[in-house]
């Protein structure tokens, strides 16, 4: 499946932003979906994740702040994101998981200003 991020930008610390994963086919069998994120000169990191179930599970960094969820009827995966930080600052990419398989979306800048 081709997965295509969207939703990034410039926000005030404080502020709000979604993001959207749009898939470009059905994400109801995938095991999980997730957001993952890298800041320049770090690791990648998982951000979100949530399974077939609708189980989320949360980075410590962000729980309380952001909400991931998906839509299986149009086949999209959001991370809403809310009171943002300046070390929000990264780029988020969305990703679809099945065992040994994981597809990857290419990206999207969120830059968080004090």
């Known amino acids: 499946v081709q997965l295509q991020a969207s939703g990034g930008g410039l926000a005030q610390a404080g502020g709000s932003l979604r993001l959207s994963c749009a898939a470009s086919g059905s994400i109801a069998g995938f095991n999980a979906l997730a957001w993952y994120r890298q800041a320049p000169g770090k690791q990648r990191e998982l951000v979100a994740i949530?399974?077939?179930?609708?189980?989320?599970n949360y980075a410590t960094s962000v729980k309380g702040r952001f909400t991931i969820s998906r839509d299986n009827a149009k086949n999209v995966l959001y991370l809403q994101m809310n009171s943002l930080k300046p070390e929000d600052t990264a780029l988020y990419y969305c990703?679809?998981?099945?065992?040994?398989?994981?597809?990857w979306g290419q990206g999207t800048q969120v830059t968080v200003s004090s």
């Open positions: 990703s679809a998981i099945r065992i040994g398989t994981q597809d």
């Open positions: 949530i399974n077939h179930a609708d189980d989320a």
